[in-house]
Protein backbone atom coordinates (compact mmCIF):
# COMPACT_ATOMS: atom_id res chain seq x y z
CA UNK A 1 0.00 0.00 0.00
CA UNK A 2 1.29 3.27 -0.70
CA UNK A 3 0.76 6.35 1.46
CA UNK A 4 0.90 10.00 0.56
CA UNK A 5 1.27 12.14 3.53
CA UNK A 6 0.21 15.92 3.50
CA UNK A 7 2.66 18.46 4.73
CA UNK A 8 2.46 22.19 5.05
CA UNK A 9 6.13 23.86 5.47
CA UNK A 10 7.49 27.33 5.66
CA UNK A 11 8.64 28.63 2.55
CA UNK A 12 12.40 28.74 3.61
CA UNK A 13 12.77 24.96 4.17
CA UNK A 14 11.14 24.35 0.65
CA UNK A 15 12.72 26.42 -1.32
CA UNK A 16 15.85 25.61 -0.21
CA UNK A 17 15.31 21.96 -1.50
CA UNK A 18 15.90 20.69 2.18
CA UNK A 19 12.88 18.84 2.81
CA UNK A 20 12.42 16.97 -0.48
CA UNK A 21 16.03 16.15 0.25
CA UNK A 22 15.19 14.95 4.08
CA UNK A 23 12.25 12.95 2.42
CA UNK A 24 14.31 10.94 -0.55
CA UNK A 25 16.43 9.74 2.54
CA UNK A 26 13.85 9.25 4.88
CA UNK A 27 11.92 7.21 1.87
CA UNK A 28 15.52 4.70 1.47
CA UNK A 29 13.91 2.63 4.44
CA UNK A 30 10.38 3.42 4.05
CA UNK A 31 8.94 2.35 0.81
CA UNK A 32 5.22 3.25 -0.15
CA UNK A 33 5.46 6.61 1.04
CA UNK A 34 5.70 10.06 -0.39
CA UNK A 35 5.26 13.10 1.12
CA UNK A 36 3.12 16.31 -0.72
CA UNK A 37 4.70 19.27 0.56
CA UNK A 38 2.78 22.55 0.35
CA UNK A 39 4.94 25.78 0.82
CA UNK A 40 3.13 28.49 2.44
CA UNK A 41 3.68 31.03 5.52
CA UNK A 42 4.07 29.63 8.61
CA UNK A 43 0.62 31.65 10.01
CA UNK A 44 -1.07 29.59 6.14
CA UNK A 45 0.52 26.69 7.44
CA UNK A 46 -1.17 26.57 11.01
CA UNK A 47 -4.48 27.71 9.27
CA UNK A 48 -4.57 24.78 7.25
CA UNK A 49 -3.44 22.57 10.29
CA UNK A 50 -6.57 23.50 11.75
CA UNK A 51 -8.62 22.91 8.62
CA UNK A 52 -7.34 19.43 9.18
CA UNK A 53 -5.64 19.27 5.67
CA UNK A 54 -2.30 18.37 6.66
CA UNK A 55 -0.67 15.38 8.83
CA UNK A 56 2.26 17.76 9.75
CA UNK A 57 3.55 21.34 9.83
CA UNK A 58 6.88 22.67 9.40
CA UNK A 59 7.06 26.19 10.72
CA UNK A 60 9.17 29.04 12.32
CA UNK A 61 7.03 31.59 13.94
CA UNK A 62 6.67 30.40 17.90
CA UNK A 63 4.11 33.50 18.88
CA UNK A 64 1.88 31.80 16.54
CA UNK A 65 2.81 28.03 17.12
CA UNK A 66 2.00 28.81 20.68
CA UNK A 67 -1.57 29.72 19.98
CA UNK A 68 -2.30 26.48 18.17
CA UNK A 69 -0.64 24.28 20.82
CA UNK A 70 -2.58 25.66 23.29
CA UNK A 71 -5.97 25.26 20.93
CA UNK A 72 -4.85 21.47 20.56
CA UNK A 73 -4.99 21.60 16.78
CA UNK A 74 -0.39 20.54 16.76
CA UNK A 75 1.27 18.62 19.05
CA UNK A 76 4.62 16.42 19.76
CA UNK A 77 6.81 19.37 19.16
CA UNK A 78 10.40 18.52 17.74
CA UNK A 79 12.72 21.66 17.53
CA UNK A 80 15.06 20.49 14.60
CA UNK A 81 17.13 23.30 13.27
CA UNK A 82 17.69 26.57 13.43
CA UNK A 83 19.37 29.42 11.09
CA UNK A 84 19.31 33.48 11.00
CA UNK A 85 17.57 36.16 9.82
CA UNK A 86 19.48 38.85 7.56
CA UNK A 87 18.59 42.06 6.78
CA UNK A 88 19.75 42.79 2.94
CA UNK A 89 19.63 45.62 0.94
CA UNK A 90 21.07 47.75 -1.94
CA UNK A 91 24.91 47.44 -1.98
CA UNK A 92 24.39 51.80 -1.53
CA UNK A 93 22.74 51.37 1.57
CA UNK A 94 20.86 54.89 2.02
CA UNK A 95 19.09 54.33 5.54
CA UNK A 96 23.00 53.59 6.56
CA UNK A 97 22.26 49.87 7.89
CA UNK A 98 25.79 48.78 8.05
CA UNK A 99 27.17 49.11 11.09
CA UNK A 100 23.50 49.30 13.43
CA UNK A 101 24.39 47.96 16.81
CA UNK A 102 20.89 46.22 16.69
CA UNK A 103 18.34 45.11 14.19
CA UNK A 104 15.78 47.46 15.65
CA UNK A 105 18.08 50.38 15.72
CA UNK A 106 18.50 48.83 11.61
CA UNK A 107 14.99 49.19 11.25
CA UNK A 108 14.70 52.64 12.98
CA UNK A 109 17.21 53.91 10.06
CA UNK A 110 15.48 52.54 7.41
CA UNK A 111 11.97 54.22 8.93
CA UNK A 112 13.84 57.41 9.03
CA UNK A 113 15.31 56.83 5.36
CA UNK A 114 12.18 55.69 4.19
CA UNK A 115 10.43 58.96 5.66
CA UNK A 116 12.83 60.98 3.87
CA UNK A 117 12.01 59.35 0.51
CA UNK A 118 15.35 58.29 0.59
CA UNK A 119 14.47 54.13 1.13
CA UNK A 120 11.77 51.72 0.14
CA UNK A 121 11.38 48.31 2.17
CA UNK A 122 9.51 45.25 0.78
CA UNK A 123 7.44 43.24 3.57
CA UNK A 124 6.50 39.47 2.74
CA UNK A 125 2.89 40.93 4.55
CA UNK A 126 1.47 37.14 4.29
CA UNK A 127 1.66 36.30 8.70
CA UNK A 128 4.32 33.88 7.84
CA UNK A 129 7.19 33.35 10.33
CA UNK A 130 9.41 36.24 8.64
CA UNK A 131 6.94 38.40 8.61
CA UNK A 132 5.81 37.96 12.52
CA UNK A 133 9.65 38.58 12.96
CA UNK A 134 9.42 41.64 10.84
CA UNK A 135 6.06 43.35 12.70
CA UNK A 136 8.39 42.23 16.22
CA UNK A 137 11.18 44.37 15.10
CA UNK A 138 8.57 47.29 14.20
CA UNK A 139 6.78 47.13 17.62
CA UNK A 140 10.54 47.21 19.16
CA UNK A 141 11.77 50.28 17.60
CA UNK A 142 8.69 51.73 18.76
CA UNK A 143 7.70 52.42 14.82
CA UNK A 144 4.43 50.80 12.39
CA UNK A 145 5.22 51.59 8.56
CA UNK A 146 2.22 49.74 7.05
CA UNK A 147 0.54 52.35 5.15
CA UNK A 148 3.32 54.23 4.26
CA UNK A 149 4.58 54.57 0.78
CA UNK A 150 7.59 53.45 1.11
CA UNK A 151 6.58 50.43 2.65
CA UNK A 152 5.36 47.64 0.31
CA UNK A 153 3.69 44.43 1.14
CA UNK A 154 4.06 41.51 -1.12
CA UNK A 155 1.59 38.72 0.52
CA UNK A 156 3.88 36.35 -1.13
CA UNK A 157 6.49 33.76 -0.65
CA UNK A 158 10.50 34.91 0.71
CA UNK A 159 11.85 33.93 -3.07
CA UNK A 160 8.82 36.53 -4.35
CA UNK A 161 9.60 38.70 -1.95
CA UNK A 162 13.37 38.87 -2.37
CA UNK A 163 12.75 39.24 -6.47
CA UNK A 164 10.76 42.20 -5.44
CA UNK A 165 12.95 43.98 -3.47
CA UNK A 166 15.79 43.41 -5.64
CA UNK A 167 13.67 44.78 -8.41
CA UNK A 168 12.83 48.07 -6.16
CA UNK A 169 16.25 48.26 -4.79
CA UNK A 170 14.76 48.02 -1.42
CA UNK A 171 15.50 46.71 2.03
CA UNK A 172 14.22 43.37 3.33
CA UNK A 173 14.02 41.07 6.13
CA UNK A 174 15.10 37.62 5.15
CA UNK A 175 15.83 33.62 6.18
CA UNK A 176 19.59 33.32 5.66
CA UNK A 177 19.10 30.33 3.66
CA UNK A 178 16.56 31.39 0.93
CA UNK A 179 18.53 34.65 0.69
CA UNK A 180 21.35 32.32 0.21
CA UNK A 181 20.24 30.56 -2.72
CA UNK A 182 18.95 33.03 -4.63
CA UNK A 183 22.06 35.10 -4.33
CA UNK A 184 24.23 32.16 -5.53
CA UNK A 185 21.79 31.48 -8.34
CA UNK A 186 22.05 34.89 -9.42
CA UNK A 187 18.26 35.90 -8.83
CA UNK A 188 19.06 38.82 -6.51
CA UNK A 189 22.67 40.75 -7.92
CA UNK A 190 21.24 44.25 -6.48
CA UNK A 191 21.42 43.05 -2.48
CA UNK A 192 23.65 42.66 -0.08
CA UNK A 193 23.59 41.46 3.61
CA UNK A 194 23.96 44.60 5.61
CA UNK A 195 23.22 43.59 9.09
CA UNK A 196 23.38 39.84 10.12
CA UNK A 197 23.71 37.82 13.59
CA UNK A 198 23.02 37.91 16.85
CA UNK A 199 19.88 36.24 19.10
CA UNK A 200 17.77 39.28 18.21
CA UNK A 201 17.46 37.71 14.65
CA UNK A 202 17.20 34.01 15.50
CA UNK A 203 15.25 31.79 13.61
CA UNK A 204 14.06 28.85 15.15
CA UNK A 205 12.51 25.97 13.00
CA UNK A 206 9.93 22.99 14.49
CA UNK A 207 8.02 20.56 13.26
CA UNK A 208 4.71 19.22 14.65
CA UNK A 209 2.01 16.07 13.95
CA UNK A 210 -1.60 18.17 13.41
CA UNK A 211 -3.78 16.44 16.13
CA UNK A 212 -6.45 15.73 13.78
CA UNK A 213 -3.91 13.09 11.82
CA UNK A 214 -5.20 9.89 11.20
CA UNK A 215 -3.25 6.41 10.13
CA UNK A 216 -1.55 5.19 8.35
CA UNK A 217 -0.30 8.77 7.65
CA UNK A 218 -0.19 9.87 11.26
CA UNK A 219 2.40 6.94 12.18
CA UNK A 220 4.45 7.54 9.10
CA UNK A 221 4.64 11.56 10.00
CA UNK A 222 5.63 10.55 13.21
CA UNK A 223 8.48 8.61 12.09
CA UNK A 224 9.66 11.47 9.81
CA UNK A 225 9.30 13.34 12.55
CA UNK A 226 11.42 10.79 14.61
CA UNK A 227 13.84 10.74 11.70
CA UNK A 228 14.22 14.59 11.43
CA UNK A 229 14.86 15.64 15.17
CA UNK A 230 17.49 12.10 15.39
CA UNK A 231 19.37 10.35 12.07
CA UNK A 232 18.83 13.63 9.92
CA UNK A 233 20.33 15.81 12.07
CA UNK A 234 24.08 15.08 10.45
CA UNK A 235 22.34 15.45 6.82
CA UNK A 236 20.89 18.87 8.19
CA UNK A 237 24.34 19.96 9.13
CA UNK A 238 26.05 19.51 5.94
CA UNK A 239 23.39 19.99 3.92
CA UNK A 240 24.97 21.85 0.67
CA UNK A 241 27.53 23.43 2.68
CA UNK A 242 29.98 22.55 0.24
CA UNK A 243 27.80 24.67 -2.58
CA UNK A 244 27.45 27.59 -0.19
CA UNK A 245 30.42 27.91 1.77
CA UNK A 246 28.19 27.48 5.13
CA UNK A 247 25.79 25.89 6.16
CA UNK A 248 22.07 26.76 5.15
CA UNK A 249 20.21 25.40 8.57
CA UNK A 250 22.15 24.67 12.07
CA UNK A 251 21.20 21.15 13.55
CA UNK A 252 19.33 21.77 16.69
CA UNK A 253 21.24 18.47 17.92
CA UNK A 254 23.28 19.20 21.40
CA UNK A 255 21.17 22.90 21.39
CA UNK A 256 18.21 21.74 22.51
CA UNK A 257 18.33 23.37 25.93
CA UNK A 258 19.36 27.27 24.74
CA UNK A 259 17.03 26.47 21.70
CA UNK A 260 13.76 26.13 23.66
CA UNK A 261 14.75 29.16 25.70
CA UNK A 262 15.06 31.03 22.84
CA UNK A 263 11.83 29.74 21.34
CA UNK A 264 9.96 30.46 24.81
CA UNK A 265 11.66 33.65 24.47
CA UNK A 266 9.60 34.26 20.85
CA UNK A 267 6.63 32.51 21.41
CA UNK A 268 6.13 35.18 24.51
CA UNK A 269 7.17 37.89 23.08
Request: one cysteine or more.
Amino acid sequence: MHVRVRVMTTTSLYATGLLNYLADEFSRTHEGVSFDFIPVGSGEALRKAELGDACMVFVHAPSLEKKYLEKGVITNQKIFAYNYFIIAGPSSDPAGVRGSSSPVEAFMKIYRAGEEGDALFVSRGDNSGTHVKELSLWSKAGLDPRGKRWYVETGSGMGNTLLIANEKKAYVLSDIGTFLKFKKEGKIPDLEILYEGGMDLINVYSVYLVTSCKNPGKQLAIEFMNFISGDAQALIASYKVEEFGQPLFNPAEGNLDWLRKAWESLATS
